[in-house]
């Protein structure tokens, strides 16, 4: 198995412990916050599995019904991760808003203090490896996934400051605040998360440096062709896609055309990794005064 999907089933079993943890300790304590927290880890583990699969499927080379490659299986990945996140924090809202005018006895407080901090340090080891996995391979379903955890870092942390307060002053009312903080902070990363995946998949041109990128290469070699035009862009889970067209004067060998574009092509894929680049060649308008290409080359 390749690095993205061995991360990916690191982020499986070790969200898969945490839920089944945190579930047990929340029943046991009677605590909203906690198996609010329980609830956002079994939407990790969910998540995650998801993430799992998908890495798995578009890592397969292209095929003739998949020419482009698999690679937008991450983004959709994505996209239901981002929306499981969304349904995670509305099902922690409904069940938090009634504790407020109801708030309920909660037991065995060190219990659920020493859970969340095994849950912030598991969860920044195994997110710091998803995020770094993530930025080496360009993944987004990985990047998905260790967004998932960083929250749940955050929502961790910030149980565990409400159990403690709760320990210090008794008042119950904070469990339930602290539960609507989390699912506010859990929706707020979803929605990012879905817009993020949503340009990729209406095809969004690549960022504005991948772009300079792109011109770099085609300037540093202009001497070679006469002009380019119909830069077009685009990208497929951690695939991107680049066409173009190159005007060259009519009389020129094959020889070199093919030469010039196989290197460009070859200079934009050592830019960006995981390139893929077409090139459409044009002949010139013969406009041969104001042209100053040297066509005996």
Known sequence: MNKKVNTALLS??????????????????????????AIHSGIDLI?????????????????PEHPYGHGKYENVAS?????????????ILTEAVPRLLHPSEIHSLGIGVGVMAV???????????????????????????ALHLRTDVYTS????AGLAAIKLT?????????????????????????????????????????????????EENSVKFLEYHELRTRKAGSRRFIDLHLVFPRDLPVKFIYDTCRELEEKIEFRLSETDVVIKVEPCDERCVDCSFDCKQ
């Open 119 to 145: 849950s912030v340090v598991v969860n920044i080891l195994v997110s710091s490896r998803l995020m770094k996995v993530a930025r080496e391979t360009d993944s987004p379903a990985l990047e998905g996934d």
């Open 79 to 91: 996209i239901v991760e981002a929306v499981l996140i969304i349904v995670a924090a509305v099902v």
């Open 170 to 218: 008794g008042l119950m009312i904070i469990d339930p605040l602290i539960a609507i903080g989390v699912s506010l902070l859990i929706m707020k990363t979803g929605c990012g998360l879905v817009l993020k995946s949503f340009r990729v998949i209406v095809d969004e041109r690549l960022s504005e440096g991948e772009i300079n990128a792109i011109n770099d290469v085609l």
């Open 157 to 160: 942390l910030g149980i565990f």
């Open 47 to 63: 998540a995650s599995v998801i993430a799992y699969l998908s890495v798995r499927q578009s890592s397969k080379p292209a095929d």
């Open 12 to 37: 499986v079993l070790s969200n898969s412990i945490l839920t089944l943890l945190k579930l047990v300790v929340g029943v046991f304590m009677g605590s909203i916050s906690v198996i609010s927290e």
